[in-house]
């Protein structure tokens, strides 16, 4: 095409142009309306699914700090609070008294009673600078064999 018929034909489509234009139809302009409403109905639910889990991290991150705060103050009260004395008279004794190397009997105790004793009795560091020797009585001879459990061996 040259440039003369080039601008004949752009006379032609600005005054003649509009019969042979090529229009959508009401269907397509329907279809068209529907993929524009889905399409922002889309747009709306992924910005609400983002506002929730926007949400969610912020109470994930609260929930934390709370966590966080509790263990502080869980380990301030450790740190500041004095140990509690045993409520058993051997385990205190042994407790106050780490280095006399006294002999203790076990007599009358079970079990669980012996597991309580060690635990209050050990449980904290025992301040001495030397060694220390504990002794347990946990059997005798024929006349005092039933005042003693016989897996006191093993629980100790």
């Known amino acids: 095409l040259g440039a003369p018929m080039l601008f004949s034909l752009c006379e032609w489509l600005q005054t003649d142009g509009e019969r042979f234009l090529v229009h959508a139809s009401s269907e397509q302009q329907a279809i ?27 109470a994930v991150r609260a929930r934390k700090s709370r966590v966080e705060y509790l263990r502080a103050l869980q380990a301030q009260e450790t740190e500041t609070a004095e140990p509690a004395k045993p409520k058993d008279k051997i385990a205190l004794d ?17 079990d669980s009673r012996v597991q ?4 209050e009795a050990f449980s904290t560091p025992l301040e001495v600078e030397n060694m220390v020797r ?9 006349s005092v064999r039933q005042k003693y459990s016989e897996s006191f061996g093993k629980v100790l």
């Open 32 to 58: 068209a309306k529907k993929n524009a409403e889905a399409s922002s109905h889309l747009q709306r639910s992924l910005e609400q699914s983002a506002q929730q889990q926007q949400a969610d991290d912020e």
């Open 94 to 110: 042994i407790q106050t008294n780490p280095g006399s190397g006294a002999q203790y009997d076990l007599a009358g105790y079970d």
């Open 134 to 142: 504990v002794t347990f009585v946990i059997g005798g001879g024929k």
């Open 116 to 119: 309580d004793l060690v635990r």
